[in-house]
């Protein structure tokens, strides 16, 4: 490695390490001999070969370009307003705005209905299946 203040003992102990590596020896054989870890061994023959002007220095994350994973659709016209026949039954107050179940709303029922049974209503009758 390219250290000043590295010992030669450190320098050989470094090229051997690198020497070895590039032969074939397994990282974790020479990181339990040298007393280091594994990552650490790739490491030091990565740095001696820079040193040696073999590999040249990593420069930072690259540029990577992002793409989207699902395309944007136009959105859709609201359905038309309903205008036809109406019956009003007296006694009975206008909702603000008529009931609507949400998609995730029917999918819980739903799973709520597959995980108990039926409960019967006050007149007797049992829940109807959907």
Request: proline share 11%; net charge positive; hydrophobic share 40%.
């Amino acid at each position: 490695m390219s250290n000043p203040n590295q010992g030669a003992a450190t320098r050989a102990r470094n090229e051997e390490i690198e020497r070895r590596l590039t032969a074939g020896e397994s990282g974790p054989a020479l990181a339990r001999e040298f007393g280091v870890t594994q990552p650490r061994v790739h490491q030091i023959a990565r740095a001696v070969r820079e040193a040696r002007g073999v590999l040249k220095p990593r420069t930072g994350p690259a540029q990577v370009k992002a793409t989207a994973a699902t395309r944007i659709q136009d959105p859709r016209p609201a359905p038309a307003v309903y205008f036809g026949p109406v019956t009003v039954v007296a006694g009975t107050q206008v909702a603000p705005r008529p009931f609507a179940m949400s998609p995730s709303m029917a999918y819980a029922a739903a799973r709520a209905r597959q995980e108990q049974r039926p409960v019967p209503s006050l007149a007797g009758s049992r829940e109807r299946a959907v």
